[in-house]
């Protein structure tokens, strides 16, 4: 393993796993979903998913990257019979699948970045116009790519960690600093009410699945990323205050995120939120469509200013997420089929954007990427990009969830989970996190993920509602 590298420190690791869970789906996707979700409820049951189902799978993926020293599918196959190389290779399809529309949002990111600095406000208005521009997000595409393959190729401890370390203080500071502005707005107690008070009548299944994928693609759980993270971890460090440190940050990221953009919103539409999230102005445009109109209204010096520093900083935490991503096949491909890590760092990255163009196409641009599929029952067509979503994020990684928390539980084994979690922590074995972990991960996780896997596909895909 001598060549593989690692990370230079526990912080080091903390703060690049934290780079990969915070990303654009903390601050592009998850205000969105609170919205979709009818606010309060959803981020109610998100919050659950993340502590109780997703914390234990968390640390467990970490446990197995750091046992077997290997990428997702040289860990499964080493530590169970060669059949559970399968599992490694759904979650090399499911980040292929991420990365390659993730690219294209990273892409908008950036040009947003571009447009506003050259003090183009009016791109919220006209965002849909800007996303069918395909030469211009392509070319704002290719140069995320090809950064992301730089750093990538750069190997671990001086590429992906040192991007970290910088880049998610400064973010985290920006949006505390939006957050406080958008308090003083009129209105903002309304979106803040949204936000904040649930109204539980509002969970409905497709809201519970909704939360659920948003909180395995936040915490880029489930397709083996932090398998291959936890593969560079020391034998000294305490596992679970790790995953507890980057559950938190993750969580609190996105928690803030919401705190900044609802009393946004509600500036916005003078009170209107629901109504504005749930009509045209939700979804993917969300943050697109609302965030300049705001940042014009700080005046043309200080909103150029604050507004392209802020998506510079969303390019940078997409950038220290899609380097997650891309890690995952190249480790793949270097550990298993011996390639030089360059060499496999830009053909994969090539493979990952051509997987993209159809994401790219289906914002307007192609009438048939845009209006890709009908499900069964629905009334709308779904796109491209957000069909890949439901497949890759909202499907395959509760099963990849499902599966993982299977194969430690009864294949690999709970003691061995346990001797491998002991190290870093001398007092685990017996402790009350020990039971807990054991009992989430041979029991709750397996049925809630398993249950609520097959109701997704029944109610998404095929428009069979079992319950409601
Ligand atoms: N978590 C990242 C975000 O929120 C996206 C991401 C990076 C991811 N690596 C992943 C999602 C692995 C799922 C799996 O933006």
């Not at 990257?65 to 599992?87: C, D, E």
């Not at 397709?223 to 995953?243: C, E, P």
């Not at 919103?265 to 300049?292: N, R």
């Not at 979690?421 to 996190?433: A, C, D, H, R």
Request: hydrophobic share 50%; with cysteine; glycine share 12%.
């Amino acid at each position: 393993m001598a060549n593989r590298g690692g990370f230079s420190s526990k912080l080091g690791f903390i703060m690049a796993a934290a780079g990969s869970a915070v990303g654009l789906g903390n601050i592009w996707k998850f205000p969105f979903e609170v919205g979709n979700g009818g606010g309060a409820a959803f981020v109610f049951i998100y919050l659950i998913f993340c502590f109780i189902l997703c914390l234990p799978v968390m640390i467990t993926e970490i446990a197995i990257g750091r046992k077997t020293q290997l990428n997702p599918v040289g860990a499964f196959s080493k530590l169970g019979f060669k059949g559970w190389r399968n599992l490694g290779k759904l979650g090399l399809i499911s980040g292929f699948l991420i990365l390659s529309f993730y690219n294209v949002v990273a892409g908008w990111a950036f040009g947003y970045f571009i447009e506003i600095l050259l003090g183009n406000f009016e791109i919220g208005q006209n965002f849909s116009a800007f996303t069918s521009n395909v030469i211009k997000v392509g070319g704002y595409a290719t140069i995320f790519m090809v950064s992301t393959a730089f750093i990538v190729s750069k190997g671990i401890s001086g590429g992906i960690e040192k991007a970290s370390k910088i880049l998610m203080p400064t973010l985290i500071l920006i949006i505390l600093s939006l957050v406080a502005y958008s308090f003083t707005l009129e209105h903002s107690i309304e979106g803040l009410k949204f936000y904040l008070v649930p109204d539980f009548s509002k969970i409905t299944l497709p809201v519970i699945y909704g939360a659920l994928g948003q909180a395995f693609f936040s915490l880029s759980l489930g397709m083996g990323a932090l398998i291959t993270y936890g593969s560079y971890v020391g034998k000294n460090d305490n596992i679970i205050t790790s995953a507890v440190l980057i559950t938190l940050t993750d969580v609190g990221i996105a928690f803030i995120a919401g705190l900044m953009m609802f009393p946004l919103v509600a500036y916005m539409t003078e009170g209107g939120v629901a109504e504005y999230v749930q009509g045209g102005g939700g979804g993917a445009g969300l943050i697109f469509s609302t965030l300049p109109s705001v940042f014009e209204k700080m005046g043309p010096t200080l909103g150029v200013v604050i507004g392209s520093l802020f998506f510079l900083l969303l390019s940078f935490a997409a950038l220290t997420s899609t380097v997650s991503l891309l890690e995952v096949p190249v480790s793949y491909v270097v550990d298993e089929h011996k390639v030089k890590r360059t060499r496999a760092v830009w053909g994969v990255a090539i493979l990952i954007f051509i997987v993209g163009i159809p994401s790219l196409l289906g914002n307007g641009y192609s009438t048939f990427f845009t209006e890709f599929v009908t499900y069964f029952g629905a009334e709308k067509p779904t796109d491209f990009m957000t069909f890949i979503g439901h497949v890759a994020n909202d499907t395959f990684l509760p099963l990849g969830g499902f599966l993982i928390s299977v194969f430690a539980a009864y294949v690999w084994k709970k003691a061995s989970l346990s001797d491998e979690i002991s190290q870093g922590y001398p007092n685990y074995k017996g402790s009350i996190v020990e039971k807990y972990i054991n009992f989430t991960i041979s029991y709750l996780c397996p049925t809630i993920l398993g249950v609520l896997f097959i109701l997704t596909v029944l109610d998404r895909f095929f428009s069979i509602s079992v319950v409601g």
